[in-house]
């Protein structure tokens, strides 16, 4: 069964960093393509950030660009999610996911989130 396991959540002031950590079991690692997903209280969960299934290409939500890094390594078979000059605003149950594919950026199996909390 596929198991997404997930690491690096926390409390952090605005302006801070985290590294999140989602190992996978279950799968054939290297042949998916991987994403993160987050969901406030009250919101709808929304797209955050994908990676190909070697590495080579990146996608982010508007929201995130040019502060968060999506990264993987499939030796490890994990993906990462560097989070830098957090908001208050990024405050979410952050999950994991497998993705269909890159091109869908559609998920089917999810971790269990960790929590990520921004205080002002």
């Known amino acids: 069964q596929v198991q997404l396991v997930e690491s690096g959540g926390g409390l952090v002031q605005a302006g801070g960093s985290l590294r999140l950590s989602c190992a996978a079991s279950?799968?054939?690692?290297?042949?998916?393509?991987m994403g993160w997903f987050r969901q406030a209280p009250g919101k709808e969960r929304e797209f955050v950030a994908a990676?190909?299934?070697?590495?080579?290409?990146?996608y982010y939500a508007d929201s995130v660009k040019g502060r968060f890094t999506i990264s993987r390594d499939n030796a490890k078979n994990t993906v990462y999610l560097q989070m830098n000059s957090l908001k208050p605003e990024d405050t979410a149950v952050y999950f994991c996911?497998?993705?269909?594919?890159?091109?869908?950026?559609?998920?089917?199996?999810w971790g269990q989130g960790t929590q990520v909390t921004v205080s002002s």
């Open positions: 990676i190909n299934r070697s590495g080579v290409n990146t």
């Open positions: 279950g799968l054939s690692f290297s042949t998916t393509a």
């Open positions: 996911a497998v993705l269909v594919s890159i091109a869908t950026m559609r998920p089917f199996h």
